[in-house]
């Protein structure tokens, strides 16, 4: 269906801050300051406060679009904005479309059949539909929004599943002022898909609200299925938070969800009924406490998958300490993570699999040591697994995956324990993991110890250690600890290697050492007159050059360039976050600017980085060949003093407006001539950072043979 165009202001349409107006019209936040202050005809504001104002949807859509500013407000942001503003939170607006969009995707010609008529009309008659394509889906007994569906969400019982009445606010009575969105959301379906819709609306919410959520990343999500093994059918997530674990198995064909939080036991029962056809049941309660799939009222499962909250000392020590769950041992009250695991286990039948997300600290507490001893001796426990730091919150700390079994009392525990550390596959940049190498290797020797007992040693990654070997005083399973460094041989060859290339690259360094600058003083002749100076801003209104603000989000496997890797001269590291849009693709002869940090780095595109992904933070300058040298364009955003001119130093950090930087005028030939000494400067550049880090990486070696014996001293 087409987007209609609005002429006129619609009273009920949702507020919007400064930050969305940026959004909307693809531009930083300064310019949408600078437009409040100089364009008296700038819509008020009609809310928020005086730091933080917001204005009317409708009327700054309108003056963007009179002001060519705005071609037309994308669907999927229209939609966005009716979820910000909903009168019950964007939670409750999220269930409230989520509930339409599965009838759309269920009922597609029920649904075209309620948005034919009037919004009287859909109002009085879309309550029913919902409830009968919520029942067939989650259940007779979901209650999934009963009474009061505009109400926060677990106000009244913040400890029942949903089968006992939660008003999550998917159905009950629907006002006619509540059509428009819904209807929206129709139209969305219609372009992204009825699970697409939900998906870019959930994104954009937990986007908006980083610091509510703790959320499993999808790489660290897709490796925990994968060790599920594809045999598993029926799965349990006790901590689901929004889906993402169970929503990674993609054979399961019954999927059970519970959460402490009414709102994110909501939002994953909807998220699972969208994703396909598998049972979904989901409940809103603490699994520690009010287990809503105990056995044995439920069927044991194939597979659980968790990432359960960490260091809780109030998960239910005093009233569960008589708990059948605890057949490995009491967990002491600082040991939460060991009653997650019994929980897992206590669900599995013979011979499923549970994967837990452990802190690292589960492996080495004193505290724990006997349930970790029992859980070894009757074979429960199979791997362990350190992932890299970066691989899920809180990303400063390098997390561990504790894979289980649950033990047939008729066979024999295994012999040994399978330990692996993949600490070492980090990308390079602080906390960004190179997932498709850490799932290459834990897959792979997961896969050759759980078929055949046994893995090769690889030293410094996977060894199995005989159950026996751990059973001390301290039964310590951390995996560094017990994994051999790797062979002296390898060592020795590596750091000559190592040795050579840093030679070569020194010489190469000493080559592209920029001549000295020639004396100061009147240039012969006099002095020469300063050409012009324009901005990029000015430049873009001209049509010089196109500028683009990277997301990080989209749907492919383009790799992100990060703000790190502009930083560093180094290639794209990051991850796409899931997103229905299309990701923004880096092209050769492209500049990358970093918005934040007040570095005055600036990058050209070249084919080793083009196709990638713009990350978040980033801004990009597509100039016109005729009109501009992508490296004179780049030398100049570098200036120090350009750079301070053009930051904004409002709070702690420092934020680049790319508009404001400013350049000479000059004809596109002497522009060749200034781009072909910055191209030079920035190729040194490159080969100092490579110089540096070869130099670290053989002083360490050195220091670590020597001091192991693969390395002699004379």
């Given at each position: 269906m087409p987007e209609q165009t609005p002429t006129s202001p619609d009273p009920t349409a949702p507020d919007i801050t400064a930050a969305e107006i940026a959004r909307l019209a693809g531009v930083g936040r300064a310019a949408v300051s600078n437009w409040r202050r100089r364009h008296a005809d700038f819509p008020k504001p009609v809310g928020g406060t005086e730091t933080s104002p917001s204005f009317a949807l409708a009327e700054v859509t309108h003056w963007l679009r009179a002001q060519g500013k705005l071609a037309e407000v994308p669907l999927r942001e229209r939609v966005w904005q009716h979820v910000a503003a909903h009168p019950g939170g964007s939670v409750a607006a999220l269930v409230r479309a989520g509930g339409a969009l599965l009838l759309v995707r269920e009922r597609p010609g029920q649904w075209l059949e309620l948005t034919a008529g009037s919004d009287e009309r859909m109002a009085a008659l879309l309550p029913a539909a919902l409830d009968r394509v919520l029942d067939l889906r989650l259940g007779a007994d979901h209650r999934l929004g009963a009474d009061h569906p505009d109400r926060p969400l677990g106000a009244d019982h913040p400890d029942r599943p949903l089968g006992v009445g939660h008003p999550l606010g998917a159905t009950g009575p629907l006002r006619p002022e509540a059509m428009p969105f819904l209807r929206a959301a129709g139209e969305l379906a219609a372009e992204l898909g009825a699970r697409g819709a939900f998906e870019f609306l959930l994104g954009r919410h937990l986007e908006a609200n980083p610091r509510q959520y703790t959320l499993t990343p999808d790489g660290l999500a897709g490796l925990m299925a994968a060790l599920a093994g594809p045999a598993a059918r029926t799965v349990l997530d006790p901590a689901c938070g929004t889906g993402t674990l169970l929503r990674a198995l993609p054979g399961a064909t019954a999927r059970y969800a519970q959460d402490s939080s009414p709102e994110l036991a909501a939002l994953a029962a909807l998220r699972l009924a969208l994703h396909g056809d598998a049972l979904v049941r989901a409940a809103a309660a603490d699994s520690l406490?009010?287990?809503?799939?105990?056995?044995?009222?439920?069927?044991?499962?194939?597979?659980?998958?968790?990432?359960?909250?960490?260091n809780e000392r109030n998960w239910g020590h005093e009233e569960l300490a008589y708990d059948q769950r605890w057949e490995y041992g009491f967990p002491a009250r600082a040991e939460s993570e060991l009653a997650w695991i019994q929980h897992a286990l206590a669900h599995l039948r013979e011979g499923g699999t549970a994967v837990l997300l452990m802190p690292p600290a589960v492996a080495a507490r004193r505290s724990g040591r006997r349930i970790r001893a029992d859980l070894l001796r009757r074979g429960a426990l199979r791997a362990v697994v350190a992932l890299p730091a970066g691989a899920a919150p809180p990303y400063g700390i390098p997390?561990?995956?504790?894979?289980?079994?649950?033990?047939?009392?008729?066979?024999?525990?295994?012999?040994?324990?399978?330990?692996?550390?993949t600490a070492g596959l980090a990308a390079e940049g602080q906390g960004r993991v190179d997932w498709p190498a850490v799932h290459g290797v834990v897959e792979e020797t997961w896969t050759a110890y759980d078929r055949d007992g046994a893995a090769p040693d690889v030293p410094g990654v996977s060894r199995v250690v005989p159950v026996i070997d751990l059973l001390d005083d301290d039964v310590d399973l951390t995996p560094a600890r017990h994994l051999p460094p790797p062979t002296a041989g390898a060592g020795v060859a590596e750091l000559a290697a190592v040795r050579e290339r840093l030679d070569e690259t020194l010489g190469r360094a000493a080559r592209l050492n920029p001549p000295p600058p020639p004396p100061a003083g009147p240039a012969p002749g006099g002095p020469a007159a300063r050409p012009p100076l324009t901005t990029v801003g000015e430049l873009a209104r001209a049509g010089a050059l196109v500028l683009h603000a990277g997301t990080g989000s989209g749907s492919g496997p383009a790799p992100v360039l990060t703000e790190h890797d502009v930083a560093a001269g180094t290639g794209p590291s990051?991850?796409?976050?899931?997103?229905?849009?299309?990701?923004?693709?880096?092209?050769p002869g492209d500049v990358v600017v970093p918005l934040t940090g007040g570095a005055g780095a600036a990058r050209v595109v070249d084919a080793a980085t083009a196709g990638a992904?713009?990350?978040?933070?980033?801004?990009?300058?597509?100039?016109?060949?005729?009109a501009l040298d992508p490296w004179f364009l780049a030398g100049f955003l570098r200036g120090t003093a350009n750079n301070r001119?053009?930051?904004?130093?409002?709070?702690?950090?420092?934020?680049?407006?790319?508009?404001?930087?400013?350049?000479?005028?000059l004809p596109l030939a002497e522009q060749e001539v200034y781009g072909a000494r910055f191209r030079e400067l920035a190729e040194f550049e490159d080969a100092l950072r490579l110089a540096a880090r070869l130099g670290e990486q053989l002083v360490q070696g050195l220091y670590d043979g020597l001091s192991d014996g693969t390395v002699r001293p004379g």
């Open positions: 406490r009010a287990d809503a799939f105990a056995r044995p009222a439920a069927e044991p499962v194939d597979a659980v998958l968790c990432h359960p909250p960490f997390l561990h995956l504790w894979i289980l079994r649950r033990p047939s009392p008729h066979g024999a525990p295994p012999s040994g324990l399978l330990l692996v550390d990051g991850i796409l976050a899931l997103s229905p849009d299309e990701p923004l693709l880096t092209a992904a713009l990350g978040r933070g980033l801004q990009l300058l597509r100039p016109d060949p005729a001119r053009a930051s904004s130093h409002a709070s702690t950090t420092t934020r680049l407006d790319v508009r404001r930087l400013r350049l000479p005028r």
